[in-house]
Nanobody, 119 residues
Framework: QVQLVESGGGLVQAGGSLRLSCAAS????????MVWHRQAPGKQRELVAT???????NYPDSMKGRFTISRSDAKNTLYLQINSLKPDDTAVYYC?????????????WGHGTQVTVSS
């Protein structure tokens, strides 16, 4: 079992920045892939960023430019820096982690952290 706890969300004005954190209950070295997703009210959950155990980072085209995913191996923590926030960024942001054991992959998710951007 992997427990993930997100933090860092809140109410921010448009144009501001936030850094979200996701603390993992196990060593990040044991995690194959970590992601940030978000879900806005009335919309489907969407991928924001991905980072693999080897450090490869990917963003969907729609997320390139203002989002930066990173991690601290020492703190077992995943981060998401969001700059130039827009009201459309209002959503619950979720951290996810994929482990692979004996060729079986398993995804774990946190409960999310609310980001609200005021215009």
């Amino acid at each position: 079992q992997v427990q993930l706890v997100e933090s860092g969300g809140g109410l921010v004005q448009a144009g501001g920045s936030l850094r979200l954190s996701c603390a993992a209950s196990i060593s990040i070295f044991s995690i194959d892939t970590m992601v940030w997703h978000r879900q806005a009210p009335g919309k489907q959950r969407e991928l924001v960023a991905t980072i693999t155990s080897s450090g490869n980072i990917n963003y969907p085209d729609s997320m390139k430019g203002r989002f930066t995913i990173s991690r601290s191996d020492a703190k077992n923590t995943l981060y998401l820096q969001i700059n130039s926030l827009k009201p459309d960024d209002t959503a619950v942001y979720y951290c996810g982690a994929k482990t692979i054991m004996r060729a079986v992959s398993q995804w774990y998710w946190g409960h999310g952290t609310q980001v609200t951007v005021s215009s």
